[in-house]
């Protein structure tokens, strides 16, 4: 099963415009990632976020994570059309053997 | 290349049929897992192996199994094949259990 919904489902947006997805999970975690899928390709790790940090950078991207809430947000500044793609949100479970948990990821079309 | 091998990265056979997807873990990387991707379950854990052994278990049908050998290398056996098992089937490999590199999968169809 999954352990949390992404938020929206999908998005389109035109380049050099931001980009807002959000990711709720249910139980206790150790840290939350997120991960980029190309159509039909393996997953690209993104950034990770442990659980006692509230906000992250790299790059282009800010995650935050609000364990109260039990809520992230992935923003992507500056779209270009390449960052076309689904987003997918998982996070490692507290007590867990590491494994991951998916969300049901966001499409972003970026459109030039 | 991310340093994850998954071979093959087709596969097309008949309901009933038994195969077996291989992966190479990135060189250093001692724990591998296995995922399955379809469209109506999403992304979802099936198994993880760390050093030869198996680690923890997801949804992973009785038909299917998977080992990892001595030279890390992992292979997930998949039987008794039925039209719902056709997905992607990712293989996962981590030095840590933080940030997963990915390999590209193999794509399962079932006819």
């Known amino acids: 099963s999954q352990q949390g919904e992404e938020d929206p489902q999908a998005l389109s947006i035109q380049e050099g415009e931001n980009a807002t997805m959000n990711c709720s999970y249910k139980t206790s975690i150790n840290n939350l990632q997120w991960y980029r899928q190309n159509s039909g390709r393996g997953l690209v790790h993104l950034i990770l976020i442990r659980s006692n940090e509230r906000e992250k950078h790299s790059g282009r991207l800010r995650v935050t994570l609000d364990t109260s809430k039990k809520s992230s947000s992935l923003l992507i500044t500056a779209s270009r059309a390449a960052d076309t793609a689904s987003y997918f949100c998982a996070t490692d479970a507290a007590g867990s053997a590491r494994q991951l948990t998916f969300g049901s990821g966001t499409q972003l079309t970026v459109l030039p | 290349d991310s340093g994850v091998t998954q071979t093959p990265k087709h596969l097309i056979t008949a309901t009933g049929q038994r195969v077996t997807l291989r992966c190479s873990p990135r060189s250093g990387d001692l724990s591998v897992y296995w995922y399955q991707q379809s469209l109506d379950q999403g992304l979802q854990f099936l198994i993880q192996y760390y050093n030869g052994e198996e680690r923890a278990k997801g949804n992973i049908l009785e038909r299917f199994s998977a080992q990892q050998f001595p030279d890390l290398h992992s292979e997930l056996n998949l039987s008794s094949l039925e039209l719902g098992d056709s997905a992607l089937y990712f293989c996962?490999?981590?030095?840590?259990?933080?940030?997963?590199?990915f390999g590209s999968g193999t794509r399962l169809t079932v006819v």
């Open positions: 996962a490999s981590s030095v840590d259990g933080y940030g997963y590199t």
